[in-house]
């Protein structure tokens, strides 16, 4: 008997145990002629709405998240974006991380990114054009790894469950910004979701090498962090081949599936050591500087949140489904204890397998002081897995039609509403929550469009930044010819640099492996990385009208003798906005009271005056 026959016994042998299904009901794959025939398993009905229907769909939503979504952290900017730019077009901005004293960043994840960037200036020299082909890249890589999960999901519990899926992750403010982001933490959401459908899909034997595999590659060439996702799956997957008492085919599975990630691990040691000039492992200094590098270094030190950061901010990005996931431990907890028939093909426990990693993440991370958004894309797949299936056993109880029961007596139309009216509702909102981030801050993708035209496009300057430093939306929207540069203003932390330029003499990339001045790992200020503003002939300003200028952040707008402006965006004044303005889309129409408006700056690029003329 060959191994995947071995394994796809296994996995009949097993869901016959949870289910209480006849060994010999269950469709043992290929056999060879040694191989006692067995009655073929019915094939799983095919969905109502078509999987490529699902995946164009998804590749719609991700689309206009590429097109249109702000980009929300700079970490994306100058850990990813600039380097990518560096690899691609030969200058850009590096921060300490890059440095080769602390290596806590591969350059295989950026190298995968700059092919694809590549292939984008075969339809476009413009820099531009290349950031959003990257872009729309990941819209559609996500695309893809929410269409496998999906289908997954449909085979594994049932449809509706998958379509609730779909939905979740298609309206959810929060996926409108992570299926798109260039960071280790969503291209881990990507992992993470090929490695849940491989634990879940029991269809053809155990996928637990694959699914570790895919796990793996999340922790390595993304975010390590991420690994910890697995731990219930393997769990779950370990306690299973205790039932069917076969070891030996679990220590064969997981050393599968570690090969797999430790050749990962090596193709990215050998990529980083091209690059760095030293051997060093990426996934081990990101871990050992963010948990064992004392108090003075660490990601404590770029700020910490209350406890309750991510409840307040996953109520904002996923609203009614987050309530949902929450709850979906009591639900599925009391629909076990009350013996309650099972609402989709799996059991209450083994639903459970697939809940636990949302309450496991968002526990460990609610603890840790950091906290930023981003953190929680790696969970957010199992967030909306959690919120299907707490959604789906609610509308199956709900819609009880037995009088012994409470929900049985309710009449049928008015259960229909009131759930109709919530879905609605959370819908509404998740729209609304999207609109607002979308129209409210895109300032920064706008101003620097005409940089592009033939009046500045082959000029030689550099473009400066001041307190909106974070705001630079990457050197992807400068010409050839201009540099971004910093000046001071009252931020007090390190700054990033500049990659070495060096062409004669240093070999291909040179800024990769030569050690950048004024670099350090506990955000110590660089005099260094700043200029002059005399020698800013483009200053990027942002004016709120209630904002009191300072000496360091003077209103350079005001300031008409030296600049004129190039192009001014509205940028949301969230000082000045009630809250409402703040997390929802609201209307700048006349007949919405003026506190419930929206309060608007202007986010402008500024050039010097010739003063010669």
Known sequence: MTLG?????????????????????VSNGPKDSNTIRKPKQKPPPEPPIPTIAVFYAFLLVNALAAAFAPVQDCDEIFNYWEPTHYLNRGFGLQTWEYSPEYTIRSWLYIVIHAIIGKFGTLLSSRPMAEFYFIRLALGATCAACETRLFSAICKTFNFRVGIMFAVVMATGPGMFHASVAYLPSSFSMYTTMLGMAAFMDWRGGLKTGVGMMWFGIGAILGWPFSGALIIPLLAEDFALSLMTGDISEIVYRYLDGIVRSVLV????????????HKVTAVPWNIVSYNVFSGASRGPDIFGIESWDFYIRNLCLNFNFWFLLAL???PILGLQFFSHARATTKQSPIRSM????PFYLWLGVFSAQPHKEERFMYPAYPFLALSAAI???????????????????KVPAK?????????????????????????????APLQIYAPLQEDRFVRTKANV??????????SSYFLPEGMRAKFIKSAFDGLLPGQFSEAKTGFGIFPGTWLIPPGMNDQNIEDPGKHVDIEHCLFLVDTHFPNLVPTALEPNYLADEETWEEVQCSPFLDSSQTNFIGRVLWIPDLEMIPARYRRKWGRHCLLKRRDKTK
């Not at 691990?265 to 760095?276: H, I, T």
């Not at 400066?464 to 939306?473: E, Q, S, T, V």
Request: hydrophobic share 45%; aromatic share 10%; proline share 3%.
């Open 5 to 25: 026959q071995q394994q796809s016994r296994e996995g009949a042998s097993i869901d016959s145990k949870i289910h209480n299904v006849p060994s010999n009901a």
């Open 327 to 329: 709850c979906v431990g």
């Open 265 to 276: 691990l090596g193709l990215q040691v050998a990529v980083d050591a091209f690059f760095y």
């Open 414 to 442: 008015l259960k229909l509403y009131v759930v109709g009216l919530t879905v609605i509702l959370a819908l509404d909102i998740s729209v609304a929550r999207t609109l607002g981030i979308a129209t409210a801050y895109r």
């Open 390 to 408: 707490a959604l789906h056993t609610s509308l199956a109880t709900i819609g009880s039609s037995d009088p012994a029961r409470v929900m049985g």
């Open 353 to 356: 397998v697939f809940v636990c």
């Open 464 to 473: 400066c930044l001041g307190k909106d430093w974070y705001r630079f939306p």
